[in-house]
């Protein structure tokens, strides 16, 4: 079983930057595909980015394309999520989650997940 935890969440200014991580205890990371979530307060949980276990591959919904980048060192068991130029509507819980197997149509589905964390909370001011 991989725990995975996620830190680099705050209050920050709007135009600013934050860079998340989400790390793997218990297991190795370099096995997974990743995917970051977010969910706003009485919205469903949204699709941001995923990373193929070799990093060779990425993939980003539309709304954040430009502005986030997925990252990955294996040899850190670490995924990082880079957001630039954050706005109010950013403001959510970022969860990862580790996925042993997808395809390129259902990476943005949450049922393709077997791992999640707890979240870490963005919260950008106007």
């Known amino acids: 079983q991989v725990q995975l935890v996620e830190s680099g969440g705050g209050l920050v200014q709007a135009g600013h930057s934050l860079t998340l991580s989400c790390e793997a205890s218990r297991r190795t990371l370099r096995s997974y595909h990743i995917g970051w979530f977010r969910q706003a307060p009485g919205t469903e949980r949204e699709f941001v980015a995923a990373?193929?276990?070799?990093?060779?591959?990425?993939y980003y919904a539309d709304s954040v394309k430009g502005r986030f980048t997925i990252s990955r060192d294996n040899a850190k068991n670490t995924v990082y999520l880079q957001i630039n130029n954050l706005k109010p509507e950013d403001t959510a819980v970022y969860y990862c989650?580790?996925?042993?197997?997808?395809?390129?149509?259902?990476?943005?589905?949450?049922?393709?997940?077997?791992?999640w964390g707890q979240g870490t909370q963005v919260t950008v001011s106007p």
């Open positions: 989650a580790a996925a042993d197997r997808y395809s390129s149509a259902d990476i943005g589905s949450p049922s393709v997940y077997v791992y």
């Open positions: 990373i193929s276990s070799n990093g060779g591959r990425t």
